[in-house]
């Protein structure tokens, strides 16, 4: 909230100014009301591991995370130019490779990743889109400096807690939308359904019929699956409501077998297909693959985008952009150094202490090493696997994160925090919803803000021009 | 509608309303465990049997001492049909069923389960017993009136009435067989005040011990029990009423659908044949048969509808 310097952004002083007039026992209150509202809802994710307390609630802070018109710009200019790189490169990866032959990227990158498939080699998506929804991971260090930190352009989730964190602040506080003007996000789902019908595939006929793919209720994010489909008004499938009649992907109902046009899956490639990924996968659909090669189904998003957000291809984003667009990056990634790499290593070694780690194929904050929090035995722990398996891992600075504050029990507390804004993307464009996730790490000082590691959401205001 | 979903929402109707019958069972059988201590194993061996999990019960207990039988039917982790493993299924089912469910039904059978989660996270002692019950029931009462109030009136509402009948159909059924042998005119003392208490039992178990009254006045016989239970229009509780329901929405059903669907048959049959004899007629033919014809036909309806609306994959 706070600028560099001790001075309160300028887009925080209207909600400042309502603060400061505000009582703190309201605040307490309502503080309470909104976790009731969130449980009663079923606002909850499933925690895999944990048997007994196996629906959790994300932590929600009434503080709202507030940029400004122009710092939004400035930022989602930046983003559709990495997301129209980030389709320009799935084209031709899985076409004729020219970044490849122009030796910007490595070919064993490629080659050896198990996020490549090489059956979507020659294969052309409708619409030639590969990433439809994209959340793409910002920090900001500064008041000018937002960093990339990741892409997330396979299955990114979330997008069900910025909508529904909005609905809640707008129960709980509505005389500060009538104050504060606010840009809206609540057009997400219909935005979503449009964006994913104009992808539809050639055999479709008349009016696209869109599906969401879940592996059911106990998948962590079920609650978000269920959520857009009922928000979009389609059915939300599951593999063992689909197969193949007549070379489309149909859905059983009711009344019989109805083909599916626009199949928004939230499953991993693995599963997609047992006939042609993993053979034991219970979740998808056998020979869906063989159907979407023949234009019968289009996947949101489509096999094989993993390749684009690998944290082993993350440090040549910036030659992708530049590749593919023939312009500099507007947004800047974060220095990374690879451990693949020797020298690159050496210094990670050196400086354990300092930097944080992740493996490349990891998400969700599993497996990562924070060299500033971590104990000496961690970090000697963490070493050993390093050396072991090199390739395995990244490493990046510890950025200065910028804090917002959140209201705890002794008042309002600055915490890191992250913006996850989410893209769409379909033959008519790019869209981006003004704002997007804001994820806080709720302990203080730390950095990492992963829901399933502690971390909560805030509602991400935009404000009017 | 997705097969899926109009399974799910059919399944989370049958188990809401089969949370809301043990309820019943377990105060009938509470009751006359206060009040007639004698024939409390009796009794409690009955509501086992009427639940459909005696077997089960007798695997781990020895007796039929209250505390055990009430802790069993409530929350024993080895009773699958326990109310809070029932209320678990209707949950999950209800979450399979999210999208074509109002928010209110949604948050009514959510706020049901965490509700009744809390409460029986300890076992329930006796003095607490009613309460308990009582919320169950409320609870259940919660989830119909959001059904009834905000639920728009297409297949996946028929499919929930469905659920809630066939089950209430059964479990009447199984409160008559199980107990049939009371209502035998050779046993039935007319006036005897023990059969009174058991035939009161009966009634209550279905919480119509005082509507009964209104009709009948204070003449309780083992004919006007099962007349009631069998063959009343207006008694929401008895096998005509469930299946006046049952055949309204596959009526609808089929009209929705533009077609005739086998099951729609098959309910009618079962009205025209089994639910339209008098009820001497049924005597004389044998009441336990009677009875257990009726199981066999309502088993085989509830089949049907899953056949008829593709609730799972058919193979071929």
């Given at each position: 909230?706070?600028?560099?310097?001790?001075?309160?952004?300028?887009?925080?002083?209207?909600?400042?100014?309502?603060?400061?007039?505000?009582?703190?026992?309201?605040?307490?209150?309502?503080?309470?009301?909104?976790?009731?509202?969130?449980?009663?809802?079923?606002?909850?994710?499933?925690?895999?591991?944990?048997?007994?307390?196996?629906?959790?609630?994300?932590?929600?802070?009434?503080?709202?995370?507030?940029?400004?018109?122009?710092?939004?710009?400035?930022?989602?200019?930046?983003?559709?130019?990495?997301?129209?790189?980030?389709?320009?490169?799935?084209?031709?990866?899985?076409?004729?490779?020219?970044?490849?032959?122009?030796?910007?990227?490595?070919?064993?990158?490629?080659?050896?990743?198990?996020?490549?498939?090489?059956?979507?080699?020659?294969?052309?998506?409708?619409?030639?889109?590969?990433?439809?929804?994209?959340?793409?991971?910002?920090?900001?260090?500064?008041?000018?400096?937002?960093?990339?930190?990741?892409?997330?352009?396979?299955?990114?989730?979330?997008?069900?807690?910025?909508?529904?964190?909005?609905?809640?602040?707008?129960?709980?506080?509505?005389?500060?939308?009538?104050?504060?003007?606010?840009?809206?996000?609540?057009?997400?789902?219909?935005?979503?359904?449009?964006?994913?019908?104009?992808?539809?595939?050639?055999?479709?006929?008349?009016?696209?019929?869109?599906?969401?793919?879940?592996?059911?209720?106990?998948?962590?994010?079920?609650?978000?699956?269920?959520?857009?489909?009922?928000?979009?008004?389609?059915?939300?499938?599951?593999?063992?409501?689909?197969?193949?009649?007549?070379?489309?992907?149909?859905?059983?109902?009711?009344?019989?077998?109805?083909?599916?046009?626009?199949?928004?899956?939230?499953?991993?490639?693995?599963?997609?297909?047992?006939?042609?990924?993993?053979?034991?996968?219970?979740?998808?659909?056998?020979?869906?693959?063989?159907?979407?090669?023949?234009?019968?189904?289009?996947?949101?998003?489509?096999?094989?985008?993993?390749?684009?957000?690998?944290?082993?291809?993350?440090?040549?984003?910036?030659?992708?952009?530049?590749?593919?667009?023939?312009?500099?990056?507007?947004?800047?990634?974060?220095?990374?150094?690879?451990?693949?790499?020797?020298?690159?290593?050496?210094?990670?070694?050196?400086?354990?202490?300092?930097?944080?780690?992740?493996?490349?194929?990891?998400?969700?904050?599993?497996?990562?090493?924070?060299?500033?929090?971590?104990?000496?035995?961690?970090?000697?722990?963490?070493?050993?696997?390093?050396?072991?398996?090199?390739?395995?891992?990244?490493?990046?600075?510890?950025?200065?994160?910028?804090?917002?504050?959140?209201?705890?029990?002794?008042?309002?507390?600055?915490?890191?925090?992250?913006?996850?804004?989410?893209?769409?993307?379909?033959?008519?464009?790019?869209?981006?919803?003004?704002?997007?996730?804001?994820?806080?790490?709720?302990?203080?000082?730390?950095?990492?803000?992963?829901?399933?590691?502690?971390?909560?959401?805030?509602?991400?205001?935009?404000?009017?021009? | 509608?997705?097969?899926?979903?109009?399974?799910?929402?059919?399944?989370?109707?049958?188990?809401?309303?089969?949370?809301?019958?043990?309820?019943?069972?377990?105060?009938?059988?509470?009751?006359?465990?206060?009040?007639?201590?004698?024939?409390?194993?009796?009794?409690?061996?009955?509501?086992?049997?009427?639940?459909?999990?005696?077997?089960?019960?007798?695997?781990?207990?020895?007796?039929?001492?209250?505390?055990?039988?009430?802790?069993?039917?409530?929350?024993?982790?080895?009773?699958?049909?326990?109310?809070?493993?029932?209320?678990?299924?209707?949950?999950?089912?209800?979450?399979?069923?999210?999208?074509?469910l109002t928010r209110e039904v949604w948050e009514a059978?959510?706020?049901?389960?965490?509700?009744?989660?809390?409460?029986?996270?300890?076992?329930?002692?006796?003095?607490?017993?009613?309460?308990?019950?009582?919320?169950?029931?409320?609870?259940?009462?919660?989830v119909?009136g959001a059904t009834l109030g905000t639920m728009l009136r297409?297949?996946?509402f028929?499919?929930?009435?469905?659920?809630?009948?066939?089950?209430?159909?059964?479990?009447?059924?199984?409160?008559?067989?199980?107990?049939?042998?009371?209502?035998?005119?050779?046993?039935?003392?007319?006036?005897?005040?023990?059969?009174?208490?058991?035939?009161?039992?009966?009634?209550?178990?279905?919480?119509?011990?005082?509507?009964?009254?209104?009709?009948?006045?204070?003449?309780?016989?083992?004919?006007?029990?099962?007349?009631?239970?069998?063959?009343?229009?207006?008694?929401?509780?008895?096998?005509?009423?469930?299946?006046?329901?049952?055949?309204?929405?596959?009526?609808?059903?089929?009209?929705?659908?533009?077609?005739?669907?086998?099951?729609?048959?098959?309910?009618?049959?079962?009205?025209?044949?089994?639910?339209?004899?008098?009820?001497?007629?049924?005597?004389?033919?044998?009441?336990?048969?009677?009875?257990?014809?009726?199981?066999?036909?309502?088993?085989?309806?509830?089949?049907?509808?899953?056949?008829?609306?593709?609730?799972?994959?058919?193979?071929?």
């Open positions: 909230m706070l600028g560099n310097g001790d001075h309160v952004r300028p887009a925080y002083q209207d909600y400042k100014d309502w603060l400061d007039g505000e009582d703190v026992k309201r605040l307490h209150r309502k503080s309470a009301e909104a976790e009731a509202f969130f449980r009663k809802t079923g606002i909850t994710f499933n925690v895999y591991g944990q048997d007994e307390a196996d629906e959790r609630l994300i932590p929600f802070d009434v503080v709202p995370r507030v940029l400004s018109a122009r710092e939004w710009r400035k930022l989602s200019k930046g983003i559709e130019q990495r997301v129209r790189a980030i389709n320009a490169f799935l084209y031709d990866i899985y076409h004729r490779q020219e970044i490849l032959r122009a030796g910007r990227v490595p070919i064993e990158l490629i080659a050896n990743n198990a996020a490549f498939l090489p059956q979507m080699i020659g294969v052309n998506p409708p619409g030639g889109i590969y990433t439809h929804i994209i959340g793409t991971d910002i920090v900001r260090t500064g008041d000018e400096e937002f960093y990339v930190l990741e892409d997330n352009a396979r299955t990114p989730s979330g997008v069900s807690y910025m909508l529904e964190n909005r609905e809640t602040m707008l129960q709980m506080f509505p005389e500060l939308f009538a104050k504060i003007k606010v840009q809206e996000v609540s057009n997400y789902p219909g935005q979503l359904r449009r964006s994913l019908a104009a992808c539809a595939p050639q055999k479709c006929e008349g009016k696209p019929v869109v599906a969401v793919l879940t592996p059911g209720i106990h998948n962590s994010a079920y609650f978000e699956h269920s959520f857009l489909a009922d928000q979009m008004g389609v059915e939300l499938v599951e593999g063992h409501d689909l197969k193949i009649v007549d070379g489309r992907v149909a859905m059983r109902t009711t009344e019989g077998y109805t083909a599916i046009d626009v199949l928004y899956r939230r499953i991993d490639d693995d599963y997609l297909d047992p006939l042609n990924f993993e053979p034991h996968s219970m979740l998808g659909v056998p020979g869906i693959f063989d159907v979407y090669r023949s234009g019968g189904i289009t996947i949101a998003n489509a096999p094989g985008t993993g390749i684009a957000d690998d944290k082993a291809l993350y440090s040549y984003m910036p030659d992708i952009v530049e590749f593919y667009t023939g312009e500099k990056p507007l947004l800047e990634n974060v220095p990374t150094w690879r451990c693949s790499e020797k020298d690159e290593l050496a210094y990670v070694l050196e400086h354990l202490e300092e930097l944080v780690v992740k493996e490349v194929h990891g998400s969700g904050g599993y497996g990562m090493l924070v060299g500033p929090a971590a104990s000496k035995k961690e970090v000697a722990a963490f070493r050993a696997k390093l050396i072991d398996n090199a390739s395995n891992y990244i490493a990046q600075p510890t950025l200065a994160l910028s804090t917002v504050p959140i209201f705890t029990k002794k008042g309002l507390s600055p915490r890191h925090v992250d913006l996850r804004p989410f893209v769409l993307v379909s033959p008519n464009g790019i869209s981006i919803t003004p704002g997007g996730l804001t994820r806080v790490a709720m302990t203080k000082g730390s950095l990492v803000v992963n829901s399933s590691q502690g971390g909560g959401t805030k509602d991400t205001w935009v404000l009017e021009e | 509608m997705l097969g899926k979903t109009a399974a799910s929402l059919f399944w989370m109707s049958r188990y809401l309303e089969r949370v809301e019958n043990s309820a019943r069972f377990i105060d009938a059988g509470f009751r006359i465990s206060l009040t007639r201590s004698a024939s409390a194993s009796d009794e409690w061996s009955s509501v086992l049997k009427s639940s459909g999990v005696i077997a089960a019960y007798r695997k781990k207990h020895d007796d039929f001492a209250s505390a055990k039988v009430i802790d069993f039917l409530l929350r024993d982790r080895d009773n699958e049909s326990s109310v809070m493993a029932v209320m678990k299924k209707a949950r999950d089912s209800a979450r399979t069923a999210r999208t074509a059978t959510n706020e049901s389960w965490m509700t009744l989660k809390a409460t029986m996270a300890k076992p329930v002692k006796e003095q607490d017993l009613p309460e308990t019950l009582g919320l169950i029931r409320q609870q259940s009462a919660l119909r297409n297949d996946g028929n499919f929930l009435r469905l659920g809630s009948f066939v089950e209430r159909a059964d479990s009447t059924a199984r409160i008559l067989d199980v107990k049939y042998y009371l209502l035998l005119p050779s046993v039935a003392l007319i006036g005897s005040s023990v059969d009174n208490v058991q035939w009161e039992t009966i009634l209550r178990s279905v919480s119509a011990h005082r509507s009964f009254r209104w009709l009948n006045g204070t003449d309780i016989s083992a004919q006007a029990v099962a007349d009631y239970l069998i063959l009343h229009k207006q008694m929401p509780r008895s096998l005509t009423f469930c299946y006046a329901k049952i055949s309204d929405n596959l009526n609808y059903l089929d009209e929705n659908y533009g077609r005739e669907s086998a099951s729609g048959e098959l309910a009618q049959e079962i009205c025209n044949d089994i639910l339209s004899r008098p009820i001497e007629a049924i005597f004389e033919s044998g009441l336990h048969e009677y009875i257990s014809d009726f199981i066999a036909a309502n088993n085989r309806l509830a089949a049907q509808i899953e056949m008829d609306f593709n609730f799972q994959d058919r193979i071929g």
